[in-house]
Nanobody
Framework: QVQLVESGGGLVQPGGSLRPSCAAS????????MNWYRQSPGKERELVAD????????NYAESVKGRFTISRDNAKNTVYLQMNSLKPEDTGVYYC?????????????WGQGTQVTVSS
């Protein structure tokens, strides 16, 4: 079965860094693009970054551009989100996401999330 497991969140001061990771299993990881989303209470889940299957193409939300870097290691079935210069506005639960096609239908798979709190 498809499984995505995030880890590496935590509490950090403004200006600090974190590097959450997402370990994937149950599908051919190297075939699919991967995404990082985040969600705060009362707000819609927001796409933070995405990366193509081979890691050659990345995209970022405007709010994190220049501060966050998404990467992946297909040999380890893992995607990472390097977060630098963190701001309180970055606080939220960060989710790993994969959109996978089965029988010509697309399905969203989500990890359990990892909490990121940026506070002084």
């Amino acid at each position: 079965q498809v499984q995505l497991v995030e880890s590496g969140g935590g509490l950090v001061q403004p200006g600090g860094s974190l590097r959450p990771s997402c370990a994937a299993s149950g599908f051919i990881f190297s075939v699919y693009a991967m995404n990082w989303y985040r969600q705060s209470p009362g707000k819609e889940r927001e796409l933070v970054a995405d990366i193509s299957s081979a890691g050659r193409s990345t995209n970022y939300a405007e709010s994190v551009k220049g501060r966050f870097t998404i990467s992946r290691d297909n040999a380890k079935n893992t995607v990472y989100l390097q977060m630098n210069s963190l701001k309180p506005e970055d606080t939220g639960v960060y989710y790993c996401n994969a959109r996978i096609s089965w029988n010509n239908r697309g399905y969203d798979y989500w990890g359990q999330g990892t909490q990121v709190t940026v506070s002084s």
